[in-house]
């Protein structure tokens, strides 16, 4: 099948050398071809293990490929193995850090109050609470979020948020003058 250019007439558990008009060359085994979208499946390597990559490529990215033999069914569900606990896992931790980025949006704020809440939050502990932001659990800055509109939390914890914020809002105001 050297230089054959008919990705078709290839089947299930092909092995191939393939270069790709990118100028990606790597081997790997079909798994499936749709016609349709003229996307070919491809387990990439030639070992198959617990732990597979997978490529998505349109035929018409193929330059050239070679016929290495036929491997055994990629799709064998006998061979196929799914940690679910691990995948399971994976979930958890991927939920829990898009709540905890969703946390950290402000709900009815101005751009420039998240962009303060964004600056403030490389430094300091910070989260909402409704649009006022809680530095280190005790300290509140209000809008419009100036450094006369934070109050409570001990005097020196209320004094360094009003320097960091004094310092964030000048940062923020010459980056915003020079773009």
Sequence with gaps: MEGSSNVEDLAVGCLLS???TLGDEFEGQIITFDRFSNILVLQEGL?????????LLKANYIKEFSYLGHGEDPLDAKKCYL??????????????????????IGVGVTIEAQGIFDALSKTLPV???KTVIVVMNEVRVKSPYLPESVSGGTPAANDRVKKVLEFERNRLQVRGASQ
Excluded: H, M, Y
Aim: no cysteine.
């Design 83 to 104: 940690d679910l606990n691990a995948l399971q896992a994976r979930e958890e931790l991927a939920v829990r850090k898009a709540e905890a980025d969703a946390e950290r």
């Design 127 to 129: 989260r909402w609470d």
């Design 47 to 55: 070992k198959s293990g617990p732990r597979r990559n997978i490529r």
């Design 18 to 20: 393939i270069k790709t």
